[in-house]
């Protein structure tokens, strides 16, 4: 089942009850459950955020939205896992499946609820870059304004390297390899997708190739390499061919900055317990 209410609210009266009276198909636990999931969201002149108490008083003004999808509310995934704790950010294994943020269906599976949690609440988060759902790997988060508006300007002057790992469809020709990049616009913007072949499996008959952002625009990599006939396994958008069990083979493995609090140099590679592309 899935439905979306968007409600009005007349009189002070409890959230639960609104919900109960908006969606009489739905239980009251179900209800209940797709609010502690994020699914319901408040609004009330200025503030908007996800409601999750149940018993929470709405007074005349205020507006719900509930955005309820069955099938993504019984999702699971594997829990991220903390990497690296300083006090104004964190670095985090994202595993595949999971969101980096939420949405308007909810953020039980996300990274930033999953790091709020974690904290039960008492440190801020805010989210810094994105990976797809499909793509696992590290994921820079920060704990205060402070450094989250350091980091965006790191990010936005190329100060901070990204490097992934992916196993794509085919062996790269000697061309690609001697060229090493890729740089068709995508979306009608420059961009381009610096590469290393690493290895080439003719039993697999994929190759891994290391990889380096130089843009950061919507599915780079799994575009650029599609477009260039080496889509990446797995890859449920893009390209043909490229079926794998193991699901989508892209990884973020390392990140690598100078702290702009200690002025330290700073490098994570993603643990060898945690990488899913092996050499």
Same mark, same amino acid.
């Given at each position: 089942?899935?439905?979306?209410?968007?409600?009005?609210?007349?009189?002070?009266?409890?959230?639960?009850?609104v919900l109960v009276a908006a969606a009489p198909q739905l239980s009251k636990g179900r209800l209940k459950d797709a609010m502690n999931k994020g699914a319901v969201l408040w609004r009330r002149g200025k503030q908007n955020k996800r409601l999750r108490r149940a018993q929470a008083d709405l007074l005349p003004g205020?507006?719900?939205?509930?955005?309820?999808?069955?099938?993504?509310?019984?999702?699971?995934?594997?829990?991220?896992?903390?990497?690296?704790?300083?006090?104004?950010?964190?670095?985090?294994?994202?595993?595949?499946?999971?969101?980096?943020?939420?949405?308007?269906?909810?953020?039980?599976?996300?990274?930033?609820?999953?790091?709020?949690?974690?904290?039960?609440?008492?440190?801020?988060?805010?989210?810094?870059?994105?990976?797809?759902?499909?793509?696992?790997?590290?994921?820079?988060?920060?704990?205060?304004?402070?450094?989250?508006?350091?980091?965006?300007?790191?990010?936005? !002057?190329?100060?901070?390297? #990204?490097?992934?790992?992916?196993?794509? *469809?085919?062996?790269?020709?000697? +061309? /690609?390899? &001697?060229?090493?990049?890729?740089?068709?616009?995508?979306?009608?913007?420059?961009?381009?997708?610096?590469?290393?072949?690493?290895?080439?499996?003719?039993?697999?008959?994929?190759?891994?190739?290391?990889?380096?952002?130089?843009?950061?625009?919507?599915?780079?990599?799994?575009?650029?390499?599609?477009?260039?006939?080496?889509?990446?396994?797995?890859?449920?958008?893009?390209?043909?061919?490229?079926?794998?069990?193991?699901?989508?083979?892209? !990884?973020?493995?390392?990140? #690598?900055?100078?702290?702009?609090?200690? *002025?330290?140099?700073?490098?994570? +590679? /993603?643990? &060898?317990?945690?990488?899913?592309?092996?050499?």
């Open positions: 089942m899935k439905l979306t209410k968007k409600l009005q609210i007349t009189e002070a009266q409890q959230a639960i009850e205020d507006s719900l939205e509930l955005n309820y999808d069955e099938q993504l509310l019984q999702r699971s995934c594997e829990p991220a896992v903390l990497i690296h704790e300083a006090r104004g950010y964190s670095v985090w294994f994202k595993p595949a499946g999971m969101l980096s943020q939420g949405n308007e269906w909810g953020d039980h599976l996300s990274l930033l609820r999953f790091a709020e949690l974690h904290w039960q609440g008492k440190r801020q988060v805010f989210l810094l870059h994105r990976l797809d759902r499909e793509a696992s790997g590290l994921v820079l988060i920060a704990h205060t304004k402070q450094a989250a508006a350091a980091f965006s300007l790191m990010l936005q !002057q190329h100060k901070i390297d #990204k490097e992934y790992r992916i196993e794509v *469809k085919g062996q790269l020709s000697d +061309e /690609l390899i &001697a060229k090493a990049a890729l740089s068709t616009a995508l979306d009608d913007k420059a961009c381009t997708t610096e590469f290393e072949l690493e290895s080439y499996s003719e039993e697999r008959r994929a190759s891994i190739v290391r990889v380096k952002l130089i843009t950061g625009r919507k599915h780079q990599i799994r575009r650029h390499f599609a477009q260039a006939g080496h889509p990446v396994m797995g890859d449920p958008a893009y390209g043909s061919g490229n079926k794998n069990e193991q699901g989508l083979m892209l !990884q973020a493995v390392k990140l #690598k900055f100078i702290c702009p609090f200690r *002025k330290t140099a700073m490098e994570f +590679e /993603l643990p &060898a317990n945690l990488l899913q592309i092996q050499i």
